[in-house]
């Protein structure tokens, strides 16, 4: 038997380093990860099918799509369920909250893309995912996850903030305050050098020390 993924273990993923490759049985039918080249990736986990809190995040999930899409960024769900548990539960949500779930959900009952993601924590469940979310980019570079208790809800909306966020850091070189919203300022990166960072306050920026200053982009 193999190790479980940890922190510690290569398996684990890890950010700026390439997103583990999957080729799954999903409700659109198979999907690999190479499938995403060109777009921005969500990839999240929930418990199981048919369970409250997960359908409130699908139906949220739903709600933002052509959000996400307008990002260039896809959605794909995971759980250990089968694919006929996954279309019996989107046509119950359909049919009970008239949200219809369109993006693919992968059907993972030999838990390998769980396993390769660190979805499966020993603490929570050996045989449930916990809500994990990757954001994955268009070179299928992992740029960020977030792993949430089996109790909580995560905040949808926060993903799409942090979309905006990556998308905008990478194509102006800047990083975001918290909180940070399209059309509030970034941070300009610090100086490098002690030359650098004396001429920081003359450079036009939001200078409040050498260290922190913003901009308008």
């Not at 193999?2 to 799954?24: H, I, M, V």
């Not at 499966?120 to 996850?145: C, E, H």
């Amino acid at each position: 038997m193999t190790d479980a993924p940890t922190l510690n273990n290569p398996a684990f993923p890890r950010l700026n380093e390439r997103a583990p490759d999957f080729n799954a049985p999903t409700t659109a039918g198979q999907k690999s990860l190479s499938d995403y080249e060109g777009k921005w990736l969500i990839l999240f986990s929930h418990p199981a099918d048919f369970t409250p809190v997960c359908t409130t995040e699908f139906m949220a999930f739903a709600k933002l799509q052509d959000e996400f899409a307008a990002l260039n960024t896809e959605l794909l769900g995971l759980s250990i369920d089968s694919h006929y548990a996954h279309i019996a539960w989107i046509r119950s949500i359909k049919e009970n909250f008239g949200v219809d779930i369109k993006f693919p959900i992968i059907a993972d009952l030999s838990m390998e893309v769980a396993n390769a993601y660190g979805m499966i924590q020993p603490g929570a469940s050996d045989t449930s995912a916990v809500r994990a979310t990757f954001i994955i980019d268009p070179k299928g570079i992992l740029r960020a996850m977030v792993y949430y208790p089996q109790t909580c809800g995560r905040s949808i909306a926060e993903f799409l903030r942090l979309v905006t966020a990556l998308q905008t850091a990478d194509t102006h070189s800047c990083a975001m305050p918290e909180a940070w919203q399209p059309g509030d300022k970034v941070i300009v990166p610090p100086p490098a050098t002690a030359e650098a960072a004396e001429q920081r306050a003359s450079e036009g920026y939001e200078t409040v020390d050498w260290y922190f200053s913003k901009k308008a982009i």
